[in-house]
């Protein structure tokens, strides 16, 4: 079994910034990508940004310029940078790891953006 425990949410005023953690345990061999959804209330859950086990990244649209993923393989732990936040980034965000074919996720950590 894999473990997700996710860190870092709350809540935090327009502009601000905020860094999300996701640390993995269990039965872990090698994580081959790594990254970040988020789901907003009475909306669908969207991809937000992805790693893979070669640092190559890739982001949404609308995270692009603002949001930065990286990770520390010695820790199996992925982060996400936010900053320049929105009203709109307000959601619950989830993270996940891929390994050995199958995806793993975290419980979720709520993101608020509100003066």
């Known amino acids: 079994q894999v473990q997700l425990v996710e860190s870092g949410g709350g809540l935090v005023q327009p502009g601000g910034s905020l860094r999300l953690s996701c640390a993995a345990s269990?039965?872990?061999?090698?994580?081959?990508?790594m990254g970040w959804y988020r789901q907003a209330l009475g909306k669908q859950r969207e991809l937000v940004a992805v790693?893979?086990?070669?640092?190559?990244?890739n982001y949404a649209d609308s995270a692009k310029g603002r949001f930065t993923i990286s990770r520390d393989n010695a820790k199996n732990t992925v982060y996400l940078q936010m900053n320049s936040l929105k009203p709109e980034d307000t959601a619950v965000y989830y993270c996940?790891?891929?390994?050995?074919?199958?995806?793993?996720w975290g419980q979720g950590t709520q993101v608020t953006v509100s003066s």
């Open positions: 269990g039965s872990i061999s090698s994580i081959y990508g």
């Open positions: 996940y790891v891929r390994i050995g074919g199958r995806n793993y």
């Open positions: 790693i893979g086990s070669d640092g190559r990244s």
